[in-house]
């Protein structure tokens, strides 16, 4: 053998060739995960800019910068994608409020306080967001698998809430839960289509005295 010069290492070859896939499969995951979000805030900006009954596969891959028939690749089709898009949304929400409650601390009426202030925040008091939110109740009625999100993460958020209410004391947090979640509900459906109605400091005292009402009965 030449000085310098040593035969190839069958087993090196094998390891260079395994990098090689397990970079390229990296490499496609990610891709795959790129094009799946791009999909799903293309379809949060379409439902904002033309609802729920525009709403088309053509506008959102459009938008998205890909080809249509990703839609049914990534999320075997578009009912599936709009169901995505529903949940994706709810874990952003999510995601804020569940900061807001961690950075107040332990106490319980700072921790509700935290709760009520971010549900009117101006990251969720936002009309794009209600303009998706719309068009996911409107799915909601006719598609099962909205349907199915909806009640998981409705039932979550209401488990949310009784956490808080039990933290002050409160005796039956369950009904305590729905009607409150239903009056946040309203403040902030009406705060999104008329900001001049109230402001969202006046939606989180009127909160406030709900529940100062509810736990003084």
Known sequence: MLAGVRDADPAEDHRA???????????????????????????LASLADRGLGAVSVRDVAKRAGVSPGLVRHHFGGFGQLLVEAYRHVVARVDVHIDAAIAAAGPAPQARL????????SPAIVDRDLLSAWLGFWGLVRSDPGAAAVHAETFAAYRRRI???LAGLGVAQPGPAALGLSALLDGLWLE?????QTFTAEEAVRLARQWVRCYTSV
Do not use: N, Q, Y
Request: glycine share 2%.
């Open 162 to 164: 009784e956490g808080l």
């Open 113 to 120: 306080d935290a709760f009520l202030t971010a549900s009117f």
């Open 17 to 43: 060739a395994l990098r090689t896939v397990v970079l390229s499969a990296r490499f496609s995951r990610e891709l795959a995960e790129v094009r799946r979000k791009a999909l799903i805030e293309a379809t």
């Open 191 to 195: 705060l999104c289509l008329d900001p």
